[in-house]
């Protein structure tokens, strides 16, 4: 039973372009989502996120969009560099208050010069 | 300064062996976890304590204990290890139990 998904296993792109990773959901209990990013032999990081209440929060190069109707986010990231190079996960926390995040199975983002 | 740290990193043994992985945060958090990220890199909550309360108990087998002596530790005891333990596992925190959560640098254990 996946919750939350990220279809595209990995994604290349050049660097100073845009970077666009995808997320869906399917519960409509979740109500606030986020996204990790993960390089080798480290855990993931926090690097942003956004509640239900809202549809897009920009930090810097990152961008989140939610769009509930769909359960669909996306991360933007604008523009994209080598060092942006890792594993990204998405994840999803209902709002039954124990903090638990439902993780996705990650996107591998490469970033080439 | 490591914020959320483990030991040890690497772990190597054989089935049927009584295996911890330690856990220790120095972020003043109240809050700490258990994750399991299998072969198919998945990251599945195992536990959540929150003042030494257990508060997430997620399907695991109970072969697995954990144990939080006081809210700046974490530690995981496995008992009789098998194959399918095989797995990173990471330790996180967070202030509360909806803040954002901090996690440490995996172990990855392997189990022969």
């Known amino acids: 039973d996946q919750q939350v998904k990220q279809n595209s296993p990995s994604l290349s792109v050049q660097e100073g372009r845009i970077s666009i990773l995808n997320c869906d959901y399917t519960n409509s209990m979740f109500d606030y989502f986020l996204w990790y990013k993960k390089y080798p032999a480290e855990g993931p990081t926090f690097l942003i996120s956004?509640?239900?209440?809202?549809d897009k929060n920009e930090d810097g190069r990152f961008t989140v969009f939610l769009n509930k109707s769909a359960k669909h986010l996306s991360l933007h990231i604008v523009p994209s560099q080598p060092g942006d190079s890792a594993v990204y996960f998405c994840a999803a926390r209902s709002a039954s208050n124990t903090g638990k995040l439902i993780f996705g199975q990650g996107t591998t983002l490469q970033v080439k010069p | 300064d490591t914020a959320v740290s483990q030991t040890p990193k690497y772990l190597v043994t054989q089935m049927g062996n009584d295996k911890s992985i330690k856990c220790e945060q120095n972020?003043?958090?109240?809050?700490m976890y258990w994750y399991k990220q299998d072969s198919k890199k998945f990251l599945k909550i195992m536990f959540s304590y929150n003042n030494k309360e257990l508060i997430i108990n997620e399907t695991v087998p109970n072969r697995f204990s954990p144990k939080s002596p006081d809210k700046a530790h974490l530690n995981l005891h496995i008992n009789s290890l098998e194959l399918g333990d095989s797995a990173v596992y990471f330790c996180?925190?967070?202030?509360?139990?909806?803040?954002?959560?901090?996690f440490g640098p995996g172990t990855r254990l392997t189990v022969l």
């Open positions: 956004i509640s239900s209440i809202k």
């Open positions: 996180a925190s967070s202030n509360g139990r909806t803040d954002t959560q901090y």
């Open positions: 972020l003043g958090h109240d809050t």
